[in-house]
């Protein structure tokens, strides 16, 4: 896979997402799309009424109910992308990565010493979630809409200390998620964790993706230090309230 390949499929899915083009990234100012919920979207929840920004590109695209997009246009217009994103509907930002593949292969990190690997396919999951406290790697449900299809654990002698999953959001992005316990934070395990499982999903012929939110730099620091780059942001959050 080419580092145009992995950049075009993400803006892709996004923009079955978000109901509008690929291309639309890429114009600038702000572009709106009546929420709609396309075949092939990822399926999170949908809060009532929908509404989502994205900025991956030149400009922010938003995708809202119909119903509301009217109001939205009124309120944003003429405003410069960050005082849009500045508006107080607009929460719980999430900061997504996607792996730079060239620097990936110069950036391996090492698994701290005492440490041993164990992988896990879809079909083991159940046995995973016997053990609680990796739900960032896990989703700890055999029935999700987005299930959890790959993980690598790691072990220090019998006990469970650090894991990353992948969790198959759509048909060609799997999300990567990591938890390590406290005692092995700061030693590079969970780097080692999320390089060695995205390269295992690229081996498969998908596309890893990492998603934290805006405050957690310790985790932007784990996305960095395994290879990944900065690829968009988004409003998960957002929140419309229609009696203003």
């Given at each position: 896979?080419?580092?145009?390949?992995?950049?075009?499929l993400?803006?892709?899915?996004?923009?079955?997402?978000?109901?509008?083009?690929?291309?639309?990234?890429?114009?600038?100012?702000?572009?709106?799309?009546p929420?709609?919920?396309?075949?092939g979207?990822?399926?999170?929840?949908?809060r009532?009424?929908?509404?989502?920004?994205?900025?991956?590109?030149?400009?922010?695209?938003?995708?809202?109910?119909?119903r509301?997009?009217?109001?939205?246009?009124?309120r944003?217009?003429?405003?410069?992308?960050?005082?849009?994103?500045?508006?107080?509907?607009?929460?719980?930002?999430?900061?997504?990565?996607?792996?730079?593949?060239?620097?990936?292969?110069?950036?391996?990190?090492?698994?701290?010493?005492?440490?041993?690997?164990?992988?896990?396919?879809?079909?083991?999951?159940?046995?995973?979630?016997?053990?609680?406290?990796f739900?960032?790697?896990?989703?700890?449900?055999?029935?999700a809409?987005?299930?959890?299809?790959?993980?690598?654990?790691?072990?220090?002698g019998?006990?469970?200390?650090?894991?990353?999953?992948?969790?198959?959001?759509?048909?060609?992005?799997?999300?990567?998620?990591?938890d390590?316990?406290?005692?092995w934070r700061?030693?590079?395990?969970?780097?080692?964790?999320?390089?060695?499982?995205?390269?295992?999903?690229?081996?498969?012929?998908?596309?890893?993706?990492?998603?934290?939110?805006?405050?957690?730099?310790?985790?932007?620091?784990?996305?960095?230090?395994?290879?990944?780059?900065?690829?968009?942001v988004?409003?998960?959050?957002?929140?419309?309230?229609e009696?203003k």
């Amino acid at each position: 896979m080419m580092q145009k390949e992995v950049l075009f499929l993400a803006k892709e899915q996004l923009a079955v997402d978000l109901n509008c083009r690929r291309e639309d990234f890429d114009r600038p100012g702000l572009q709106f799309f009546p929420f709609a919920a396309l075949p092939g979207r990822r399926p999170f929840p949908i809060r009532e009424p929908a509404l989502e920004l994205v900025s991956f590109g030149a400009g922010t695209v938003v995708s809202a109910a119909e119903r509301i997009l009217p109001q939205l246009q009124q309120r944003l217009a003429g405003m410069e992308r960050d005082q849009v994103w500045a508006q107080p509907f607009v929460r719980s930002l999430g900061h997504y990565f996607l792996p730079d593949l060239a620097r990936q292969q110069r950036c391996r990190r090492q698994i701290p010493q005492g440490i041993r690997l164990a992988w896990t396919e879809e079909q083991g999951m159940k046995q995973l979630y016997e053990t609680p406290g990796f739900s960032n790697a896990l989703g700890y449900d055999c029935n999700a809409p987005r299930p959890d299809v790959l993980a690598v654990s790691a072990w220090a002698g019998d006990r469970l200390v650090g894991m990353a999953g992948a969790s198959a959001d759509c048909r060609m992005l799997w999300q990567i998620g990591v938890d390590v316990v406290p005692e092995w934070r700061r030693k590079g395990l969970a780097a080692a964790l999320v390089w060695e499982l995205s390269q295992a999903v690229l081996a498969r012929g998908k596309i890893p993706y990492y998603g934290t939110s805006s405050s957690n730099l310790a985790s932007q620091r784990t996305a960095w230090a395994s290879g990944y780059f900065p690829a968009w942001v988004c409003s998960y959050g957002a929140c419309w309230d229609e009696t203003k």
